[in-house]
């Protein structure tokens, strides 16, 4: 599986970006999918998850609610529709997808990696 993470760029407080994270081939319905951000000097943080073939989607405490995670079959897409952006959203965003199928807040639990688009959030 390869993945590639696009649609960053700078944007002002409050504002909406939506990320896209596209893969080759096309994932079993029973993997999880994933966003991690990480910021400047900071550890790689979850963003949020979802289970490739449907069921709950989890997200992290400080993006609930402004945060969107969905996926198009279709397009072999996953997105991170985010809005009511803040200057501690900035940094780079990765998206992941883990084999065992549950979406885990742990990035142990995922296996591939796209390379990241960076998101910068301005006052």
């Known amino acids: 599986v390869q993945l590639q993470a696009y649609g960053g760029g700078l944007v002002q407080t409050g504002d909406s970006l939506r990320l896209s994270c596209t893969f080759s081939?096309?994932?079993?319905?029973?993997?999880?999918m994933a966003w991690f951000r990480q910021a400047p000097g900071k550890e790689r943080g979850f963003v949020g998850a979802?289970?490739?073939?449907?069921?709950?989607?989890i997200y992290a405490d400080s993006v609930k609610g402004r945060f969107t995670i969905s996926r198009d079959n279709a397009k072999n897409t996953m997105y991170l529709q985010m809005s009511s952006l803040k200057p501690v959203d900035t940094a780079v965003y990765f998206c992941?997808?883990?084999?065992?199928?549950?979406?885990?807040?742990?990035?142990?639990?995922?296996?591939?990696w796209g390379q990241g688009t960076q998101v910068t959030v301005s006052s």
């Open positions: 979802l289970r490739w073939g449907g069921g709950s989607t």
């Open positions: 081939g096309r994932p079993l319905s029973s993997y999880a």
């Open positions: 992941a997808v883990g084999s065992r199928g549950v979406p885990s807040r742990s990035d142990y639990e995922y296996d591939y």
